[in-house]
């Protein structure tokens, strides 16, 4: 998209009361590089599918192959992604590995991803 696709104030006047509550309120660079890098996390869609079996159900790795039609280490490549952004998490039992929602916040940020593109 070019510059003039985006419409732009005829004369450059700042609003130093409004910038001023705008600075205040900015978080620190740390917590927006944070930020940005947990949404780059929903930016691939088998990741995507991956969390929507597991609102379902807790499942090993055996069973999102089967149910995404991957292999297990495509699988297991996206889930180690997932848990380092704390969206899922691991429980072991015997030999198998049984994967799960970290916490209800991942099912508002996905309910909420799919509102905004559903308006």
Partial sequence: MAIHDVECCETFETHEEL???VNEKMPDEDELYDLAELFK???DSTRIR????LFEAEVCVCDLAEALSM????????LK???QSKLVTGRREGK???YSLADGHVRTIIAQGREHIEE
Avoid: D, E, N, P
């Avoid at 292999?71 to 996206?78: D, E, K, L, N, V």
């Fill in 81 to 83: 992604i997932l848990k």
């Fill in 50 to 53: 991956i969390l929507f079996v």
């Fill in 96 to 98: 198998q590995v049984f």
């Fill in 71 to 78: 292999t297990q280490s495509a699988i297991s490549h996206q």
């Fill in 19 to 21: 910038l001023k509550v």
């Fill in 41 to 43: 996390v929903f930016g």
